[in-house]
């Protein structure tokens, strides 16, 4: 994965610590979920999914990573 999405899953990994949950929207998820599927981060896949419920275009992109 690419640096910027390293640097999100990492803050996501340490909001527990830090209580600053970072920004999730539909510009970043498709990559965080790629990285957390490759990665077998299960809860972080679920999470990463959100954003894209409503977006029927994506929705696709979702199917194909569950079936990975």
């Known amino acids: 994965c690419n640096l910027v999405t390293f640097d999100w899953i990492m803050a996501y990994v340490k909001?527990?610590?830090?209580?600053?949950?970072?920004?999730?929207?539909c510009s970043n998820c498709i990559?965080?979920?790629?990285?957390?599927?490759?990665?077998?981060?299960?809860?972080?896949?679920?999470?990463?999914?959100?954003?894209?419920?409503h977006e029927p275009q994506q929705q696709r992109c979702v199917a194909i990573l569950q079936a990975a």
């Open 15 to 25: 909001a527990s610590i830090t209580g600053v949950q970072p920004v999730l929207d």
């Open 31 to 53: 990559s965080i979920l790629v990285a957390c599927s490759f990665l077998k981060m299960t809860q972080l896949v679920r999470y990463a999914q959100r954003p894209l419920e």
